[in-house]
């Protein structure tokens, strides 16, 4: 306690310093308007033809075809979904989840292992017997043991995580932690 004394003593000057700080943050906070307004984005075709676009309005002379933009809930941009590096490699080795209707466990634990790896998928539901032909053409497997996952035109059968995780490193899926829906779809006929 004692030493609290002497750092905060008055002959110290830590008092008045701290005093002038908070005083400053004051005058700051106060000067400083504590909601901004955007103003609505302006967008004009001028007499050469160039589209402008402002925060502030065209001079008159100057423009034709003057709108003026409301931004809204509409306008905000989403930062969620796959990351850039699972999107690249998506685009290269799309990734697909084939499940049936019986397989409920198993394939619900291949689908939140991907969700959690933040991979892009698409799900195939097997339910018929042109499914499972189709299937078979797209894997090259004969048996019809779920969830497949496929990346391009390789497959790995049965879910194992590590297995899994080592396939999704190999076809170029980055190790994310985003949050991914499935799109589960029926096979076209």
Not at 23 to 35: G, K, Q, R
Not at 51 to 62: K, M, N, V
Not at 91 to 120: H, Q, V, W
Request: proline letters at 7%; a positive charge.
């Amino acid at each position: 306690m004692r030493y609290l004394r002497a750092y905060f003593g008055r002959r110290s000057g830590i008092r008045r310093k701290v005093r002038w700080a908070v005083l400053a943050f004051i005058f700051t906070l106060s000067a400083t308007p504590l909601t901004t307004q955007a103003q609505a984005p302006y967008r004009w075709v001028a007499k050469d033809g160039k589209t402008h676009y402002s925060d502030q309005p065209p001079p008159p002379s100057e423009s034709r075809d003057v709108q003026q933009k409301k931004l809204g809930v509409g306008s905000v941009i989403e930062t969620g979904g796959p990351s850039y590096g699972a999107r690249q490699a998506a685009r290269k080795m799309p990734l697909t989840l084939y499940t049936s209707d019986n397989c409920k466990e198993n394939c619900k634990i291949a689908r939140d292992f991907l969700n959690r790896r933040g991979a892009p998928f698409s799900e195939i539901i097997l339910r018929t017997p042109e499914d499972a032909a189709a299937f078979k053409q797209a894997t090259g497997i004969e048996e019809l043991i779920v969830p497949v996952l496929q990346a391009g035109s390789k497959s790995k059968k049965g879910f194992e995580d590590q297995a899994w995780g080592n396939f999704l490193d190999a076809s170029g899926y980055p190790r994310s932690q985003g949050k991914v829906q499935s799109t589960a779809q029926t096979p076209a006929r």
